[in-house]
Every structure is written in structure tokens, then in C-alpha cells.
């Protein structure tokens, strides 16, 4: 990554060089020809200096951005390797909070734009809380028809909420899959989408009843600034008021097994009693199954 950037700003000091050269000759003024080395310079380190910055200050298990006619695109979905760390870890939270279905594929969502609004307002929280643990991974169901635009523009207010808004009009998370798999929509081919999105609930209350117009979390008198969230059901979901407090990380693809029913011809059914001997069996099959769970 570094020794790219510097090829650049080599490329374009050469650049500058070369047209001073050429000014020299055609004006024969030095100091012209001074300022326009300084000015260029400091140009080409300073957008060196921005391109290190806004790259370190991505997730290191994030893939390089692809461009577009040169441009970066700003969406980028990664399928995981079923084999993989990150894979197994998404799978085992879906698991164990109440998962079921026959997982088509879990994506990693990269949006450099949006990844950075929610850290910005991650260092606004741990400053004002002096704390660092504000952070939660939590799940999401939404209708298969808003997934393009999560992905590129996040949990927008607009278009969630639609089925849960007894605790305000905000974006809702569960921290059981079970849970968030009632409010996905399935596709006419069955499938489900659910996210795993990191959520910044930050200091929150617990709401003992309902308020359908609630717009922020109330007012701590406590710490004097208001709640960074609000919690219901125990502590069983959680609702933020600002877009950027969340960032859908990963997107899981799923189909509900039937009642009863067996699983796809292609299906590796999977309980949780048999996680193990089941895991080790899928690491010795280089071919792409479909998991199911049933719990």
C-alpha cells in the first residue's frame, strides 16, 4: 500500500521537475519556477497523505476496493469462504441466538463512506461516555427490496421501522437471529436477508412502555446528555435515532427449512449438539454446501 502511494508521488515529482525545466527555459524566472515546485509538492503529499490515512483507517480483514473507469466503486460485497475465521464466526452468532434455515451465503459489506460516518460517531460516543466497550453486534430483518439501499446509503429511518415502532421511530436490532428472522420478508423464491450489523448503543435506558413517537432517547439527568439508545423486552432489542450510530457489516442470505420437512438435496443439516463433529466434517469438503440449522 505505501510503496504504491510513493510510486505515485515519485511519478508526479518527476512530473514537476520535467515542467520546470521546460518554464525555465521559456520565462528564466527561478522564482516561478520555485513556487510552482513548493505548490506541487505540497499537493502531491498532501493527497498521498490523505489516500494513507483513509486507507489504514479500514478493517484490516477487508479486501482491496475495486474501481470503476478508475474510480473506486462505492459498494463492495465479499463473499466469505465458508473455511474461513470470519465466516464461522458470523455463523456461529446466527447459530446460537436462534438461527434456523439453510444459509445460502454470508457477504461482507464494504462502504468506505458509510464505514467512516460510523466511526466518527464512535469516537463522539467514547469520548463523551469515557468508555470504549459502546459497541454491539447485532441482527437485522428487512424486506429483500431495501437491501440495495442499506448497503450503499445504511439503516436509513425512511424505510425501516416498518414493522417494529413501539419504542420510537427508530432502526431496530436484536441481538437473537431467531428474533430479527420475523421481520425479513422473503423473496417469491423463499429466501430470507439478515444483517449482522455493528450498532453503537453506547449508554442506553430500558423502556418499561411503549412510546411510538419517540425521537431520541430521553434525557440522562445523570450524565446531563441524553441516552445513546433506548432497549426493550429486557434488553432483548435495541433502537438507535441516528443513521450513522449503525453499520451493516454483513449481509446473510438464507431459506426457511419447513416444518418437518428435508432439506435441500445439496443441504448439510446441522444441530447443535453435532456443531463440532459437523464443523470438522465441512473443513475437509472443499465444495460449497448449503447449512442448514434447526434448533
Same mark, same amino acid.
Given at each position: 500500500?505505501?510503496?504504491?502511494?510513493?510510486?505515485?508521488?515519485?511519478?508526479?515529482?518527476?512530473?514537476?521537475?520535467? #515542467?520546470?525545466?521546460?518554464?525555465?527555459?521559456?520565462?528564466?524566472?527561478?522564482?516561478?519556477?520555485?513556487?510552482?515546485?513548493?505548490?506541487?509538492?505540497?499537493?502531491?503529499?498532501? /493527497?498521498?497523505?490523505?489516500?494513507?490515512?483513509?486507507?489504514?483507517?479500514?478493517?484490516?480483514?477487508? #479486501?482491496?476496493?475495486?474501481?470503476?473507469?478508475?474510480?473506486?466503486?462505492?459498494?463492495?460485497?465479499?463473499?466469505?469462504?465458508?473455511? #474461513?475465521?470470519?465466516?464461522?464466526?458470523?455463523?456461529?452468532?446466527?447459530?446460537?441466538?436462534?438461527?434456523?434455515?439453510?444459509?445460502?451465503?454470508?457477504?461482507?459489506?464494504?462502504?468506505?463512506?458509510?464505514?467512516?460516518?460510523?466511526?466518527?460517531?464512535? %469516537?463522539?460516543?467514547?469520548?463523551?461516555? *469515557?468508555?470504549?466497550?459502546?459497541?454491539?453486534?447485532?441482527?437485522?430483518?428487512?424486506?429483500?427490496?431495501?437491501?440495495?439501499?442499506?448497503?450503499?446509503?445504511?439503516?436509513? *429511518?425512511?424505510?425501516?421501522?416498518?414493522?417494529?415502532?413501539?419504542?420510537?421511530? !427508530?432502526?431496530?436490532?436484536?441481538?437473537?437471529?431467531?428474533?430479527?428472522?420475523?421481520?425479513?420478508?422473503?423473496?417469491?423464491?423463499?429466501?430470507? #436477508?439478515?444483517?449482522?450489523?455493528?450498532?453503537?448503543?453506547?449508554?442506553?435506558?430500558?423502556? /418499561?412502555?411503549?412510546? @411510538?413517537?419517540? @425521537?431520541?432517547?430521553?434525557? $440522562?439527568?445523570?450524565?446531563?446528555?441524553?441516552?445513546?439508545?433506548?432497549?426493550?423486552?429486557?434488553? *432483548?432489542?435495541?433502537?438507535?435515532?441516528?443513521?450513522? /450510530?449503525?453499520?451493516?457489516?454483513?449481509?446473510?442470505?438464507?431459506?426457511?427449512? @419447513?416444518?418437518? !420437512?428435508?432439506?435441500?438435496? $445439496?443441504?448439510?443439516?446441522?444441530? @447443535? /449438539?453435532?456443531?463440532?463433529?459437523?464443523?470438522?466434517?465441512?473443513?475437509?469438503?472443499?465444495? %460449497?454446501?448449503?447449512?442448514?440449522?434447526?434448533?
Amino acid at each position: 500500500m505505501f510503496s504504491s502511494s510513493w510510486r505515485t508521488l515519485t511519478k508526479i515529482l518527476v512530473f514537476v521537475f520535467q #515542467s520546470a525545466q521546460f518554464l525555465l527555459r521559456a520565462t528564466g524566472s527561478i522564482i516561478s519556477i520555485l513556487w510552482t515546485i513548493l505548490t506541487s509538492i505540497l499537493q502531491a503529499l498532501f /493527497q498521498s497523505a490523505k489516500f494513507l490515512l483513509s486507507e489504514n483507517d479500514r478493517p484490516e480483514n477487508w #479486501s482491496p476496493m475495486p474501481k470503476k473507469n478508475g474510480i473506486e466503486v462505492s459498494v463492495h460485497l465479499v463473499e466469505l469462504e465458508e473455511c #474461513s475465521h470470519e465466516y464461522r464466526e458470523v455463523l456461529q452468532k446466527f447459530q446460537n441466538t436462534g438461527g434456523n434455515g439453510c444459509i445460502k451465503n454470508i457477504k461482507r459489506i464494504q462502504n468506505p463512506h458509510l464505514y467512516d460516518l460510523y466511526m466518527v460517531r464512535k %469516537r463522539k460516543i467514547d469520548k463523551e461516555t *469515557r468508555r470504549q466497550n459502546n459497541e454491539k453486534k447485532l441482527f437485522h430483518g428487512t424486506n429483500y427490496k431495501n437491501l440495495e439501499k442499506i448497503n450503499e446509503n445504511g439503516f436509513n *429511518r425512511s424505510f425501516c421501522g416498518v414493522h417494529a415502532t413501539l419504542f420510537g421511530k !427508530g432502526v431496530y436490532f436484536a441481538g437473537d437471529a431467531g428474533y430479527s428472522m420475523k421481520y425479513s420478508d422473503a423473496t417469491d423464491s423463499g429466501y430470507k #436477508s439478515l444483517y449482522l450489523a455493528r450498532v453503537l448503543v453506547g449508554q442506553y435506558t430500558e423502556m /418499561q412502555k411503549g412510546n @411510538k413517537d419517540l @425521537k431520541e432517547p430521553p434525557f $440522562n439527568p445523570q450524565t446531563q446528555r441524553h441516552y445513546d439508545s433506548v432497549s426493550g423486552y429486557n434488553g *432483548r432489542i435495541f433502537v438507535v435515532f441516528h443513521d450513522a /450510530q449503525c453499520y451493516p457489516e454483513y449481509l446473510i442470505t438464507l431459506k426457511i427449512l @419447513k416444518e418437518n !420437512g428435508p432439506p435441500a438435496s $445439496n443441504a448439510v443439516v446441522l444441530k @447443535k /449438539q453435532n456443531n463440532n463433529n459437523n464443523n470438522n466434517n465441512n473443513n475437509n469438503n472443499n465444495n %460449497r454446501n448449503t447449512l442448514c440449522f434447526k434448533n
